[in-house]
């Protein structure tokens, strides 16, 4: 998990992103990360704008120079809000103080995912133990869909006494008319039970012996062929795998603090149907551990700057773009 925890969160990170260093720092950090630009003496530095460029792809296509304006317009404005005192507002506060929750939890659960890595055995494990699962049967058939039982059973007799499948959906079928009935293959999983029952029971190349009733209407059923689609390979399935077993990890993990903490939601915050789910860090079910993401986009400011003073410094690559 690499949470992106540079966005558009408010004055109080912003001011510590754009923060002139002391001197006792600079002198060791500007070797390391240089600055870019300044604004009235506030310096955009490389790490300051690569971060900038994680948020927003759209910049990294822009010249730098560009860029670097986008942000000083964008430092100005802190500046000014800062002067007029938004940052004491109770709306922004609360919103800052959440916005600091939700990089420090994603921060701490990065921490914690590192010390509790997943194994090439284990992901193997993983897949061997489920591989045969993965590994599902497709169906191709035809289908004509009609709206009563009694129309569906005399087109079944004119199939049976040799009409033809195509033609026929064409001209009575309420779905896939055009393609003469034609579903394609298709897995049963994705069909409603009753169709999924009738396709399974069928011989390639038979007809449904009477017509099968779903939400839909009723369908005569026509099964084409069926084929064997082997489980994904382990190699490309390693990133879901991982991934997977990193966030039951991590959910023991968010258990093991709930089971020693003594937590109260009170009744009257409850909902009826909700009363008796926990809850963890993110709000989300504590069945579910979810990666926590700070994304949001950095505003786009264009104001262009008057009166005020904005330098972009030299770099030694000397190049419009990153």
Do not use: C
């Not at 912003?14 to 300044?38: H, M, N, R, W, Y």
């Not at 000014?80 to 921060?107: C, F, H, M, W, Y």
């Not at 921490?111 to 897949?127: D, G, I, L």
């Amino acid at each position: 998990m690499q949470p992106k925890i540079f966005g558009m969160i408010g004055a109080t990170v912003f001011a510590l992103v754009f923060s002139v260093p002391s001197s006792a720092e600079e002198s060791s950090s500007l070797a390391k990360d240089p600055i870019l630009a300044t604004v009235n003496g506030s310096n955009i530095t490389k790490s300051a704008y690569d971060r900038y460029i994680a948020t927003r792809p759209s910049a990294a296509t822009r010249e730098r120079r560009v860029v670097l304006d986008e942000m000083a317009n964008r430092v100005l404005v802190l500046e000014d809000a800062l002067k007029r005192g938004v940052d004491k507002s109770p709306e922004i506060i609360g919103q800052l103080s959440t916005l600091r929750e939700n990089v420090l939890v994603a921060a701490g659960l990065k921490a914690v995912a590192e010390t509790m890595p997943v194994s090439e055995e284990e992901q193997r494990k993983f897949y061997n133990e489920r591989a045969s699962e993965m590994a599902v049967k497709e169906y191709k058939a035809r289908h004509i869909l009609v709206p009563t039982e009694e129309e569906a059973k005399t087109i079944l007799e004119e199939l049976n006494k040799g009409a033809d499948f195509a033609a026929t959906a064409k001209e009575k079928s309420k779905d896939n008319a055009a393609e003469g009935g034609d579903l394609g293959w298709f897995n049963v999983k994705q069909m409603v039970k009753p169709f999924a029952d009738a396709v399974t029971s069928l011989e390639t190349g038979k007809l449904v012996a009477k017509p099968v009733q779903t939400e839909f209407g009723w369908h005569i059923i026509l099964l084409e062929d069926t084929r064997e689609t082997p489980a994904p390979t382990f190699e490309s399935m390693k990133p879901k795998i991982k991934n997977l077993l990193q966030r039951a990890k991590l959910q023991e993990y968010v258990q093991s603090l709930r089971a020693t903490a003594k937590v109260e939601i009170k009744p009257e915050a409850q909902e009826p149907s909700a009363a008796a789910v926990p809850v963890d860090p993110e709000g989300t079910k504590a069945t579910e551990v979810k990666e926590v993401k700070v994304e949001a986009a950095p505003a786009e400011v264009k104001v262009t700057p008057t009166e005020v003073k904005v330098e972009v410094a030299p770099t030694p690559e000397k190049a419009e773009k990153p």
